[in-house]
């Protein structure tokens, strides 16, 4: 799974394994979202935006099941 760091109001971080179609979203709240049965088709969409909170909060937020794991 690749980390990748994203230019953004909200999220830190995105990382994603292609295998289990896992999306893991680290905000700066230091919350961090696991979002289960993304295709990947769905998070090049979401890394290629040119907003990707407007597009978390808008495709990824609103269609996916998550379990929200909290930093220590």
């Known amino acids: 799974m690749n980390l990748y760091f ?7 971080s995105v990382a994603y394994d292609e295998q289990k179609e ?3 979203i680290e ?3 230091e919350i961090i979202y696991q979002y289960y049965g993304v295709p990947l088709g769905e998070f090049v969409s979401f ?3 040119e907003n990707v ?7 990824i937020a609103i269609r ?3 379990d929200e ?3 220590i």
Do not use: A, P
């Open 22 to 24: 896992l999306l893991t």
């Open 6 to 12: 994203v230019k953004s109001t909200n999220i830190i």
């Open 64 to 66: 996916y099941h998550y």
């Open 53 to 59: 909170d407007h597009y978390f909060f808008n495709f």
């Open 27 to 29: 905000f700066k709240l």
């Open 47 to 49: 890394m290629k935006s």
């Open 69 to 71: 794991i909290r930093k």
